[in-house]
């Protein structure tokens, strides 16, 4: 039954490049030019991952110094425009001007 509708059938029902039974794309040489130079990079990136520049030992805590440094930096940076401490001496001292304690 299916055979028969695709074969009878004149077009393509609906859009022609989008939808379940859409018209399939010619492939042209750059298509295929294209292809192959992705699949070559791939290739190569593959080849260089393949090889690690360290060794797991070597590689174990290799920036723990330098990521140290980078946190101090940020941390300071953050503390840098934070206000000066205030005691409760200083938000009180206008009521004590005054008062003493002996009478």
């Keep these: 039954c299916f055979l028969t509708l695709t074969l009878l059938r004149k077009g393509i029902p609906g859009k022609q490049w989008i939808g379940k039974y ?35 030992e070597q590689e174990y805590c290799h920036a723990a110094e330098r990521r140290a440094q980078n946190w101090l930096k940020i941390k300071e940076a953050k503390f ?24």
């Excluded at 018209?23 to 699949?39: A, E």
């Design 80 to 103: 840098a425009n934070f206000p000066e401490h205030k005691h409760i001496t200083d938000h009180l001292s206008h009521l004590k001007i005054t008062k003493t304690w002996s009478s």
């Design 22 to 56: 859409r018209r399939p794309r010619q492939i042209t040489w750059q298509m295929t030019r294209n292809t192959l130079k992705h699949l070559e990079r791939e290739a190569e990136n593959e080849y260089w991952i393949s090889r690690p520049y360290m060794t797991p």
